[in-house]
């Protein structure tokens, strides 16, 4: 998993995922999806608008499991105001589209932000995850 991380951050390091998702490491990367949407660093891209990056998950949770992030910094929900109606409405809007793309529109996807501790929420750049490909169980763990 680590190796994983420091492959897709190509660095070489001892640091823990914690530190290589939310710390510089030491190429004037401060946030690793901000480093995405700059093509700082790689990920595997599947659509790009003025306003949005989609990409794989680097460690999948389900057959599919997309990101789509905000091109602009926005730390979380907690975060998010009025001005940032607009993409929050475009990131919901980009995981339909995506959902149909992926072939999931009709066996069903889920939807999921992470915010803060309690949440998981471990990169704190705003993203919503798309899932599907199996059956998830509700309420979640
Ligand atoms: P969260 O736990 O909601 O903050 O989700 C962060 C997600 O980002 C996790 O599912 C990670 O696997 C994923 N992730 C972290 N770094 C990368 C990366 N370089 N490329 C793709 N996905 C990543
Ligand atoms: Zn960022």
Redesign the pocket.
């Known amino acids: 998993m680590r190796e994983k991380?420091a492959k897709?951050?190509q660095v070489e390091t001892l640091h823990t995922i914690e530190e290589e998702?939310n710390m510089s490491v030491g190429n004037g990367i401060e946030c690793?999806?901000c480093a995405?949407v700059n093509k700082q660093?790689k990920?595997?891209i599947v659509l790009e608008s003025d306003g949005v990056v989609a990409?794989?998950?680097?460690?999948?949770?389900a057959p599919i499991?997309l990101?789509i992030i905000p091109k602009e910094h926005v730390a979380n929900l907690n975060d998010a105001s009025i001005d940032n109606s607009s993409i929050l409405g475009e990131m919901l809007l980009t995981a339909r589209e995506l959902a149909f793309q992926f072939g999931l529109n009709e066996s069903g996807y889920r939807v999921?932000?992470?915010t803060g501790r309690d949440?998981?929420?471990?990169?704190?750049h705003l993203?919503m995850?798309l899932l599907g490909g199996r059956h998830f169980s509700w309420p979640p763990g």
């Open positions: 991380y897709a951050l998702l690793i999806f995405i660093i990920a595997n990409f794989h998950d680097i460690n999948k949770a499991h990101l999921a932000m992470n949440a998981g929420q471990t990169v704190f993203h995850h």
